[in-house]
């Protein structure tokens, strides 16, 4: 009898040979393995640089709070559409500890930008940030940020843009923080309070429209990427320029689902003939503003709401209670002198409107609430404030410190004693 694993009269081993009865015998047990290593190997080198990196992030970035490795590569793989190797994850979770990451306990990580601990400001590529607890304050260019942003990273928009982008240009806020006014106007104090000033649409010209046309058109074609499939996308406007936007936001593929009123009555509108008081006392050239619009948009779904729900926690708004829905018109007063002392922005929006609104736009409570055009940061105070996650992009530098200074005021502030 020869011993086990002998060379045989082939030159071949007893094992080999019987490896060969196997295949021989149907199984084609080594020819499966060697293809499915191979199929492995071949998927995981044909993804795109910083695929998982990116995957990984925008996990994290959902749950503030941490969450384990398994649940980190259930979600990565849903979001690149294919198994994520495990080796992997682990791999760039542990080499980017403690720089990117927390680890919490074994096998459980947060991103290090949420965990407790001072502001932080730091530079995160080319771009400063500010970070308050769960919300991320970046100084930047929003078309700029957002081209650089990864796909599927984004739950939701909140935001008050500039309307024209002229008043926001660097002439026209030279003028309004001198007092000049220009494209702003600084309405007189009216019974011993001063007035904000208002940004006058009437007087952008045909070039100006087609400008603010072209604008969102370039911005909501960046913005559209990185928005998860059923995202909402929820943008302040008046009634002067909303159709302009809504245009150009449609062109880009969104699809529009509603408009939410925001009632408020505004010092905007209502006014008698400039030079003609008198002698047209009985005329208002426009009527007075009693409500704000606020376009809601979305990003088409994936499959049906309830597919969509369960993979990108998307595809509807957040209800009020178990009883009530939520609704198109929120009741507003206009923001408060103790607010705009925290906050000393233009066009602040009030805390207690923000919040009822940002918290409705993730129908699960969970994700990340983007806003582009986030002046003093008060989407942002609104989003930690209500427990979720967030990230402002400010261009001008001065509105970029003042939002560091007053989101963590504008978090503690509570509107007519509630929140």
Same mark, same amino acid.
């Given at each position: 009898?020869?011993?086990?694993?002998?060379?045989?009269?082939?030159?071949?081993?007893?094992?080999?040979?019987?490896?060969?009865?196997?295949?021989? *015998? &149907?199984?084609? $047990?080594?020819?499966?393995?060697?293809?499915?290593?191979?199929?492995?190997?071949?998927?995981?080198?044909?993804?795109?640089?910083?695929?998982?990196?990116?995957?990984?992030?925008?996990?994290?970035?959902?749950?503030?709070?941490?969450?384990?490795?398994?649940?980190?590569?259930?979600?990565?793989?849903?979001?690149? *559409?294919?198994?994520?190797?495990?080796?992997?994850?682990?791999?760039?979770?542990?080499?980017?500890?403690?720089?990117?990451?927390?680890?919490?306990?074994?096998?459980?990580?947060?991103?290090?930008?949420?965990?407790?601990?001072?502001?932080?400001?730091?530079?995160?590529?080319?771009?400063?940030?500010?970070?308050?607890?769960?919300?991320?304050?970046?100084?930047?260019?929003?078309?700029?940020?957002?081209?650089?942003?990864?796909?599927?990273?984004?739950?939701?928009?909140?935001?008050?843009?500039?309307?024209?982008?002229?008043? =926001?240009?660097?002439?026209?806020?030279?003028?309004?923080?001198?007092?000049?006014?220009?494209?702003?106007?600084?309405?007189?104090?009216?019974?011993?309070?001063?007035?904000?000033?208002?940004?006058?649409?009437?007087? $952008?010209?045909?070039?100006?429209?087609?400008?603010?046309?072209?604008?969102?058109?370039?911005?909501?074609?960046?913005?559209?990427?990185? $928005?998860?499939?059923?995202?909402?996308?929820?943008?302040?406007?008046?009634?002067?320029?909303?159709?302009?936007?809504? &245009?150009?936001?449609?062109?880009? *593929?969104?699809?529009?689902?509603?408009?939410?009123?925001?009632?408020?009555?505004?010092?905007?509108?209502?006014?008698?003939?400039?030079?003609?008081?008198?002698?047209?006392?009985?005329?208002?050239?426009?009527?007075?503003?009693?409500?704000?619009?606020?376009?809601?948009?979305?990003?088409?779904?994936?499959?049906?709401?309830?597919?969509?729900?369960?993979?990108?926690?998307?595809?509807?708004?957040?209800?009020?209670?178990?009883?009530?829905?939520?609704?198109?018109?929120?009741?507003?007063?206009?923001?408060?002198?103790?607010?705009?002392?925290?906050?000393?922005?233009?066009?602040?929006?009030?805390?207690?409107? $923000?919040?009822?609104?940002?918290?409705?736009?993730?129908?699960?409570?969970?994700?990340?609430?983007?806003?582009?055009?986030? &002046? /003093?940061?008060?989407?942002? /105070?609104? /989003?930690?404030?209500?427990? =979720?996650?967030?990230? *402002?992009?400010?261009?001008?530098?001065?509105?970029?410190?003042? /939002?560091?200074?007053?989101?963590?005021?504008?978090?503690? =502030?509570?509107?007519?004693?509630?929140?």
């Amino acid at each position: 009898m020869m011993p086990a694993n002998t060379l045989r009269g082939d030159g071949r081993t007893d094992i080999e040979m019987n490896f060969d009865q196997v295949d021989r *015998g &149907g199984s084609g $047990l080594t020819e499966d393995v060697q293809t499915s290593y191979s199929q492995a190997m071949e998927a995981e080198t044909r993804r795109q640089p910083g695929e998982i990196r990116d995957a990984v992030l925008s996990v994290l970035r959902v749950h503030p709070s941490g969450v384990s490795v398994g649940a980190i590569i259930r979600d990565a793989s849903r979001l690149i *559409g294919d198994d994520v190797r495990e080796s992997s994850v682990r791999s760039y979770l542990r080499l980017n500890t403690p720089r990117l990451f927390h680890r919490l306990a074994r096998g459980r990580y947060q991103l290090a930008a949420f965990g407790d601990g001072p502001t932080a400001t730091t530079n995160e590529g080319s771009f400063r940030t500010a970070v308050h607890g769960n919300a991320t304050l970046v100084h930047a260019d929003c078309l700029e940020w957002l081209e650089q942003r990864a796909p599927n990273s984004i739950h939701a928009v909140v935001t008050d843009p500039p309307y024209g982008l002229v008043e =926001y240009s660097a002439k026209e806020q030279s003028k309004l923080r001198t007092g000049k006014g220009g494209v702003w106007r600084l309405p007189p104090s009216f019974d011993g309070v001063r007035r904000s000033p208002l940004p006058r649409f009437t007087v $952008l010209s045909p070039a100006d429209r087609v400008s603010l046309g072209d604008f969102f058109a370039r911005w909501a074609a960046i913005l559209a990427p990185a $928005l998860v499939p059923g995202a909402n996308v929820v943008i302040a406007a008046n009634p002067l320029l909303s159709y302009i936007v809504a &245009g150009a936001l449609a062109q880009a *593929g969104l699809e529009r689902r509603a408009e939410i009123v925001r009632l408020v009555t505004t010092m905007r509108g209502g006014d008698r003939p400039k030079g003609a008081h008198k002698a047209f006392a009985d005329v208002s050239v426009m009527p007075r503003s009693m409500w704000e619009p606020w376009l809601v948009f979305r990003k088409p779904l994936e499959g049906r709401v309830q597919d969509n729900l369960r993979k990108w926690h998307t595809g509807g708004f957040r209800r009020p209670s178990a009883t009530q829905p939520f609704g198109d018109v929120i009741r507003s007063a206009p923001t408060r002198k103790a607010e705009r002392v925290l906050a000393p922005h233009p066009t602040l929006k009030p805390q207690g409107f $923000l919040r009822h609104l940002v918290r409705g736009v993730l129908p699960l409570g969970e994700g990340v609430v983007l806003d582009p055009f986030c &002046g /003093a940061g008060s989407t942002l /105070a609104a /989003a930690t404030r209500v427990g =979720y996650a967030s990230i *402002g992009v400010e261009k001008d530098p001065e509105f970029f410190e003042l /939002a560091d200074r007053a989101i963590p005021q504008l978090v503690g =502030y509570q509107p007519n004693g509630g929140c």
